[in-house]
């Protein structure tokens, strides 16, 4: 719905656009991701990309040869439920033997690891072998070569050891060995700097080596390799204790750097430490340990994580709420037009920048300034080349597949607020919170928004500023009970508050 107001009498001035828009769909290339082709009536309402491994010797099997109709039939089916690929190439799965191609086995001088690894034998290559390292770096040559400009392809995920997520925490572990050596691994890394140029690739959290003596990655012996924009992925994301300081995981990400996420996606997938983890971890608003997803999503700036068990235990709106809080989300701040040209405030209310252009569009004319690299919170002021009386704006990607949109907050709208100001689209934690305690307003928005809590009667008990990021508020001196919690105005939408 558009709203069209004019400032001044002089026919040069702009006049303010007004839009009534909400997205109603997870924005391409974030959320939660299910293997490719699993849950597809969910993952058609709640989920963006597919995620999947993928076989080095399905590629190549004589030297020199690749044949790529094993990733472009993935590929092709992906985007044929309009969803784009997060794929991992990896020689190493537990209880199986290596994905190392047939060619490089049968040499005299290649003798790989036999050993037991999670109660299962289970195959590791010779990392000794001169032949399998060339080959590693001639793959990811050729493989961006054909796919890094390709829409259907989101991130690469890559790296060493058990399911390529960088260790072998279990079995014959021996660096050079079953292990690629520090230098080779500096030359990957080095290597993958130069090969991919638009598409992220990411690494685990692993990569840290924290507790290792000696560290057996490189990051400790040339820091110079932390300069390269790798994003992070955490296949244990979200485990009791996560989050905490001190804790492992929680180190390997700190130890990265807090910055990396802007320019490089954070991912990972929920943890199968325990059944409990999968059964609860996308449980609101306390999750399994206290805190909910959305909270960890925005401390981590998650754009993506894989939950592809969450359809046995969570509905597909509670999974699409989870996704459309990951990632970027953009909202139109102010749309000023005029009939040759346009002028619109861009802010991203998400926890992630977006990783590739987007260009805002005004009736199909697109902006020369990029949404690539916005950080959450910062705004963006794009001029375009067009407007009009009724101008149409879109924000627009070649790295999207068919049928996919960029949605968009419109000025009328703040993080899903209406005029009366909807409490919900705002994150509270815990709830039920225990008497004493106190209970987070979470809200990444930049603007601050007022809040007022009351009894059930009407009295109005306390108020206050909601913040950007968390607000605490004591429930200091009110006795166990529900309560109503309003946000923007006194008579805006309450929303439940329990105090136990």
């Not at 702009?14 to 009536?41: A, L, R, Y």
């Not at 014959?172 to 700097?193: M, N």
């Not at 991912?267 to 340990?289: A, I, K, M, T």
Request: glycine letters at 8%.
């Amino acid at each position: 719905m558009l709203n069209v107001s004019l400032y001044s009498q002089n026919s040069d001035d702009f006049t303010e656009v007004t839009i009534n828009k909400v997205p109603e769909h997870v924005q391409p290339m974030t959320g939660i991701v299910f293997w490719d082709g699993q849950h597809v009536s969910v993952s058609k309402k709640a989920t963006s990309m597919e995620f999947s491994y993928m076989l080095y010797s399905d590629v190549v099997s004589e030297e020199g040869v690749y044949d790529w109709s094993v990733v472009e039939d993935k590929l092709d089916a992906i985007a044929s439920r309009k969803h784009q690929a997060v794929l991992r190439f990896r020689y190493v799965y537990v209880g199986e033997e290596t994905a190392v191609p047939d060619y490089i086995k049968a040499l005299p001088d290649y003798h790989e690891t036999e050993g037991v690894s999670e109660g299962e034998t289970t195959w590791f290559p010779d990392w000794s072998n001169e032949t399998l390292k060339q080959f590693t770096l001639d793959f990811y040559t050729e493989f961006a070569e054909k796919y890094d400009e390709d829409p259907r392809l989101a991130f690469v995920e890559t790296g060493f050891g058990l399911w390529a997520e960088y260790h072998i925490y279990d079995g014959p572990f021996e660096l050079g060995v079953t292990f690629p050596s520090i230098e080779f691994q500096d030359a990957f890394f080095r290597h993958l700097d130069t090969t991919f140029i638009h598409t992220p690739f990411m690494i685990s959290i692993d990569a840290a080596s924290l507790g290792t003596t000696p560290p057996y990655t490189p990051f400790h012996y040339d820091e110079n390799l932390l300069d390269i924009p790798f994003g992070l992925f955490d296949d244990s994301f979200m485990h009791d204790g996560f989050g905490d300081p001190g804790e492992y995981n929680t180190e390997s990400w700190h130890y990265f750097g807090s910055s990396r996420y802007q320019v490089a996606p954070a991912g990972g997938e929920f943890s199968y430490y325990s059944n409990y983890d999968q059964r609860h971890v996308l449980d609101y608003p306390d999750g399994p340990y206290g805190k909910p997803y959305e909270y960890f999503a925005d401390q981590f700036h998650i754009t993506f994580i894989i939950g592809n068990d969450q359809p046995l235990y969570q509905s597909t709106e509670r999974i699409k709420q989870a996704s459309m809080a990951s990632g970027y989300m953009f909202k139109i701040k102010k749309f000023l037009t005029k009939p040759d040209s346009s002028l619109i405030t861009v802010q991203n209310v998400g926890v992630a920048p977006i990783y590739y252009d987007a260009f805002v569009a005004v009736n199909g004319t697109r902006s020369e300034k990029s949404l690539k690299g916005l950080l959450p919170g910062d705004t963006l002021i794009c001029e375009v080349s067009a407007g009009g009386e009724n101008p149409v704006l879109t924000i627009e990607s070649d790295r999207l597949v068919e049928g996919q949109q960029i949605e968009y907050y419109g000025t009328e709208n703040h993080l899903g607020i209406t005029k009366k100001n909807d409490l919900r689209s705002l994150l509270i934690f815990p709830n039920p919170v225990r008497m004493n305690d106190s209970f987070i307003i979470q809200n990444r928005g930049k603007e601050t928004i007022d809040y007022f809590l009351y009894s059930l009667d009407g009295v109005l008990l306390r108020s206050g500023v909601i913040q950007r990021g968390e607000t605490r508020v004591s429930t200091t001196g009110l006795s166990k009970g529900v309560y109503l919690l309003k946000a923007g105005q006194e008579n805006g939408k309450a929303e439940k508050l329990i105090i136990q």
